[in-house]
């Protein structure tokens, strides 16, 4: 399956830092194209991105984002959450959240670049998970203008 090759090429790099696979490389994604949304980033014909997201009562949960390795460092991880983004405020969410670790530190920078504030972090499998999460502006709509008398 492409989701499941993708993602787990875009998270190796991450194992040898956290001694273990990251969640993302374990995850069933027989079950998940069932069950979740997932949207994929095609450029020129190939898969260079995809993100994973949940539709929750009060928010729009971001399970995975994922750019393959030799597409990384192109916008591309931007261009996912943006849509994640447009996805929640067009399903009535006024928030995003996600979880990462906290090895990831580029992960962190680009997250927290794009306004995604740290809400806590807790011990996780020997190491640390950082949950984060992102308000959106919702409800804004522009009418036509009428002209002074």
Same mark, same amino acid.
């Given at each position: 399956m492409r989701i499941r090759d993708l993602t787990r090429a875009a998270y @190796?790099?991450?194992?040898a830092l956290i001694g273990r696979e990251p969640l993302p490389m374990q995850a069933d994604y027989d079950r998940a194209v069932r069950e979740h949304s997932i949207d994929l980033l095609t450029v020129d014909g190939a898969l260079a991105g995809l993100i994973e997201t949940i539709v929750r009562p009060d928010h729009l949960w971001i399970e995975n984002v994922a750019v393959a390795p030799d597409c990384q460092g192109r916008g591309y991880g931007r261009l996912l959450l943006a849509h994640a983004e447009t996805? @929640?405020?067009e399903a009535g969410r006024g928030e995003v959240r996600l979880l990462t670790n906290a090895a990831f530190a580029t992960n962190l920078a680009l997250y927290a670049k794009l306004g995604y504030a740290i809400d806590r972090i807790e011990p996780f499998r020997g190491g640390t998970a950082v949950h984060m999460s992102k308000r959106l502006a919702t409800g804004l709509h522009f009418g036509a203008s009428t002209p002074s008398p």
């Open positions: @190796a790099k991450w194992a996805h @929640a405020v």
